[in-house]
């Protein structure tokens, strides 16, 4: 919804891609993105939300697939970082706030609860804490860092390019 209200502006030619892309960081994003600290993603939905963006960037750019224009071309002109990265800088954010809790708060009971009962058959369904495992495997940090909140953003927040 927010982004057919903004495509008048994004899409038109006559507007630096400069503009346009902090319209994208302020506008759309932040939509795109809400509420996605306790998303358990499956790479089918990483690569969802990866395709969306790029639809949404090409659109601003006014190039079509047709074009064959590098994503990483795109992105580099509107100045955006992948909604992917973003989406596990959030996700680490949000652990590292939850882990410097006190431990009578309801979201730090919450990730130590064990539920009692038995697994149906098959694989078991990807849960958040497996997510924020690999995100922590990929940025290099590790539990004990989250005590140290500059630290803890330094090593998990994802910066737009300049």
């Known amino acids: 919804m927010k982004w057919r209200q903004v495509t008048g502006t994004t899409c038109d030619p006559r507007m630096p891609l400069k503009l346009k892309g902090k319209i994208y960081k ?4 932040p939509v795109l993105l809400y509420g996605s600290e306790c998303w358990a993603m499956k790479k089918t939905d990483e690569k969802r939300l990866h395709v969306a963006e790029m639809r949404m960037l090409r659109w601003m750019c006014g190039v ?9 071309y795109i992105r580099g002109s509107l100045k955006v970082a992948p909604v992917t990265e973003k989406l596990k800088g959030n996700r680490l954010s949000w652990y ?3 882990k410097r809790r006190d ?3 309801v979201t730090k009971k919450a990730m130590s609860i064990n539920v009692d009962g038995w697994r149906g058959r098959g694989r078991p ?3 958040w804490m497996d997510c924020v495992r690999s995100d922590m495997r990929e940025r290099g940090v590790s539990d004990s860092e989250t005590g140290d909140r500059t630290e803890w953003k330094k090593k998990t927040y994802c910066a737009d390019p300049k």
Do not use: P, Y
């Open 64 to 72: 079509t697939r047709m074009d064959k224009v590098r994503n990483e």
């Open 125 to 127: 369904k990807k849960i």
């Open 26 to 29: 302020s506008v759309i994003r």
């Open 103 to 105: 431990e009578t708060h």
């Open 96 to 98: 590292g706030h939850v």
